[in-house]
């Protein structure tokens, strides 16, 4: 088994030294940052990704792995600004104004960074200014959008109108659990998703990744 191969099923288990400890090696043999984001840390959270979506392990397994993929990355964020890597995208995104619901949205964020995609995370009880002004300061390729009632849900539509009105053109996705496919057509956002990995599908192929 191949260093990037063990770095992966170090991550998929979530021991984190483990990873550091595969990295540092990978690194003294002289391997591109690159592989081993890709075919280590990208590659690893890309299997815990499938095997949530597939009902074999649960959100404590996957916040556990995801604890073990951001060690591994904060080690290889330097080496990667130095070598000039760039990430695959930028998403922004946050639970709408008064939702204080933020598990949906960590998930997604976590998925979303184990794809290899810088996130800023603005939390919960976002307003829909604060959307519009976070999205003109960091120019995202993605924004997500998050509600878990169906009294806050209401609010992404006005949300998804003030960025549009002000020229923003980033993808805009929407999900949490009274969200349906026929809402987010109704507000014109670009794409729904049940789950933090059907999301980060959807984008993918949407920017053709």
Request: a negative charge.
């Amino acid at each position: 088994m191949s260093v990037l191969e063990k770095i992966s099923e170090n991550l998929q288990i979530g021991n984190a030294n483990g990873v550091l400890e595969l990295i540092e090696k990978s690194i003294e043999e002289g391997l591109p940052t690159e592989d081993i984001l890709n075919n280590g840390l990208i590659k690893g959270m890309s299997v815990v990704g499938r095997k949530f979506k597939d009902g074999e392990i649960f959100i404590p397994e996957v916040l556990i792995a995801a604890r073990a993929m951001t060690k591994g990355i904060e080690r290889l964020e330097p080496l990667l600004i130095k070598s000039g890597v760039e990430p695959r995208g930028k998403l922004l995104i946050g639970t709408v104004q008064d939702d204080l619901h933020d598990i949906g949205k960590n998930l997604v964020s976590i998925m979303f960074r184990g794809a290899g995609f810088q996130v800023v995370d603005l939390g919960v009880n976002i307003t829909m200014d604060r959307f519009v002004e976070e999205a003109k300061k960091h120019t995202p390729d993605v924004i997500g959008l998050s509600a878990l009632l169906t009294t806050t849900m209401v609010n992404m539509e006005g949300i998804v109108k003030a960025l549009r009105e002000n020229g923003n053109k980033s993808i805009i996705i929407i999900g949490g659990a009274p969200v349906t496919k026929e809402y987010a057509k109704l507000i014109s956002a670009d794409l729904y998703a049940r789950n933090a990995v059907e999301g980060v599908d959807k984008v993918l192929g949407l920017l053709d990744l």
